[in-house]
């Protein structure tokens, strides 16, 4: 394994989420983005992660721009639903 991720996996379901779901707790502390409700801002980056993925794999359309809009609600769901599973269970073993 060359690299940690690569465009075609941020393009996926799994590589998309979790890519939101680290660069969401990574951002989500820094400034005018505090202000911003962390769904919101994880909406933001599924946005970005997956229209920027489209777009280097050559893929971007009229078609794939829209629907990313819709996905990017599925995986920022997904992510924020992956967070907040792992730190209720690590809240539980304290």
Same mark, same amino acid.
Not at 7 to 36: D, F, H, M, N, P
Not at 56 to 80: C, D, K, M, P, R
């Given at each position: ?36 409700? +962390?769904?919101?801002?994880?909406? *933001?980056? #599924?946005? /970005? @992660?997956?229209? %920027? $993925? ?9 078609? +794939?721009?829209?629907?990313?809009? *819709?996905? #990017?609600? /599925? @995986?920022?769901? %997904? $992510? ?15």
């Amino acid at each position: 394994m060359e690299e940690f991720f690569t465009w075609s996996a941020l393009g996926t379901y799994a590589g998309a989420t979790l890519a939101v779901t680290l660069i969401t707790q990574l951002i989500k502390g820094i400034g005018w983005i505090e202000r911003i409700p +962390t769904r919101i801002t994880s909406y *933001i980056v #599924a946005l /970005v @992660v997956l229209i %920027a $993925a489209a777009a280097v794999a050559g893929e971007l359309n009229w078609s +794939t721009a829209g629907l990313a809009f *819709i996905n #990017a609600v /599925v @995986v920022s769901l %997904a $992510a924020n639903g992956a967070f907040d599973g792992v730190t209720a269970a690590r809240a539980t073993k304290e």
